[in-house]
């Protein structure tokens, strides 16, 4: 039977999503007073008849004829076709706290933000603060609000369990040091989306359980070879069992995805019941050179002539592309930034705010570009040798035509190309814009490339292959974002493009000096098979003048 709180509830959303909506302010009240007062009566409304409905004070009329409709038909037909009008997301966004229906109306209709993904990343942009009602303690409440929401759906971010993936096994390890546990799954491979932290160890049931269940660890399963339970997190955490002489093999078989693992077992030299002391004493059996955790995906890797290449390192970036300052919607100064790259210990930086049409972000006139490349100027003379690039975050367009004039573009160094805006494309669409957009003889680095957000927003449709091709065709680099909430373009295709002879640049998107960190772009490029002379940013200053140089030359500009 539908009972008096799920009836309260309907109304309750109802009244919300019409402020949402900014429908008539006095019939959202109206129902927000009945929910309140149908949470307080004690009898069942399914069975009461409507004339006892009306004289329950909060109760009118139309109330009761809505009442009777959610008793016989388990529905709000009205709700129903509020909820029609809505962005999921923002029914979702409805789930955070200090999120009331009038500041989500401000996040959808003058941020253009629809779900809780993009929020949180405009958060850690610094957008929010550009709108009335958002000030930087609002936006780091939001921001709070939204991780702990998002901590307890199941899946996470690489990024987001790393650091607790390692003090579990920094806290195993002390506890139990004659045993011996190894990070293993999705974990090792460095897989962007993980669903659970996988160990490999030869400590018991018993000393695990006791352990784990004494800091709030709650048993899951208990299987032949596996132990799992699930933290306070609300990660789920694995165990596969192994003795010290099946150590090595175990770990190698749960390091590598179902398809890598099955093609090496039909391979000759696969022994199930060799023991072996390390994991390239396997390799050497299967007659095969090391390949790092992080390839261990496609069975095409083990004939891949990139398996034994030196992956790219986090060290290996000289350079930070694509960074926005206070002329838009970055944290800090352009000077600052030069300064924190210098300590770092960084050859240059591109600066790359927003183009005009994001006027979200405070995006810049050509008036402003002028004065902000006479101030870099200004700049490039204080921090010598030291050098300060000037570039644009360019939005393309609904046609796929750059946000300036060819005129304009000319006065930048590099431009970076992005989409932003109207994201729900079809392919067709989306490939029209990106294609017009790398045909642009200006178009350096084509940012993003699919606009997905991670856990939140998944990207638009692309032929990844005919637009590695045509960048190929038109001397474009294709940018890995490195923010853990974009790793965009998807590794899984930086092989063609290494095939095809692309540049790959692995870009950290900063909105601030601590954005800097590239590290996770530089994970998800090794599972590419990404070198540091296949990517841009490894390039010393001299090398990338050089090539900023010869690209000019080569599209006639």
Known sequence: ????????????????????????????????????????VTHPLADMPEDKLVSIKGIGDSVAKKVIEIVRTGKLGALED?????????????NIKGLGPKKIATIWKEMGIESVGELLYACNENRLTLFKGFGEKTQKNVQDAIEFYMKNQGSHLYAET??????????????????????????????????????????????????????????QETLEDI????????????FYRATPETFHSVLFETSGSEDFIAAC??????????????????FSALQLPVIAPALREKPSVLISKHNQAALIQPGDIRGIIHSHSQWSDGQHTVEDMAKACIDQGYEYLVISDHS??????????????????????????????????????????????????????????LVIASVHSNLKMTEDKAMMRLLNAIRNPYTTILGHMTGRLLLSRPGYPVD??????????????IELNAHPRRLDMDWRWIDYAIEKGVLISIDPDAHSIEGYDCRYGVLAAQKGGLTKQQNLSSYSLQQFEEYLANRKKLRGI
């Open 1 to 40: 039977m539908i009972d008096n709180y799920f009836i309260a509830d309907q109304f309750s959303l109802l009244a919300k999503l019409m402020d949402m909506h900014g429908e008539n302010s006095f019939r959202s009240r109206t129902y927000s007073s009945a929910a309140f007062a149908i949470e307080k």
């Open 82 to 94: 509020i909820i029609s009008k809505t962005p999921p997301g923002l029914l979702e966004m409805m």
């Open 162 to 219: 790393e650091v607790y993936a390692i003090a579990i096994d920094t806290t195993l390890k002390k506890e139990f040091p004659q045993q011996q546990f190894a990070l293993t799954g999705q974990f090792r491979r460095q897989v962007e989306i993980i669903d659970q932290l996988e160990w490999v160890t030869t400590a018991t049931d018993e000393e695990l359980q006791g352990f784990l269940g004494s800091n709030n660890y709650k048993t």
């Open 227 to 238: 132990f799992s339970v699930l933290g306070p997190e609300n990660v789920l955490l694995k």
């Open 265 to 282: 077992k039909a391979l000759p030299g696969w022994n199930s019941n060799a023991s072996y002391q390390t994991e390239e004493e396997i």
């Open 356 to 413: 005009k049409s994001a006027a979200y972000a405070n995006g810049l006139t050509e008036e402003r570009i002028r004065e902000q490349h006479r101030y870099v100027d200004e700049l490039n003379e204080k921090f010598k040798p030291f050098k300060i690039f000037k570039s644009i975050e360019c939005d393309i367009l609904g046609d796929g035509a750059l946000d300036y004039s060819n005129n304009v573009l000319s006065t930048f160094d």
């Open 464 to 477: 990844h292959v005919t637009i590695i091709d045509a960048c190929v065709e038109n001397h474009v680099a």
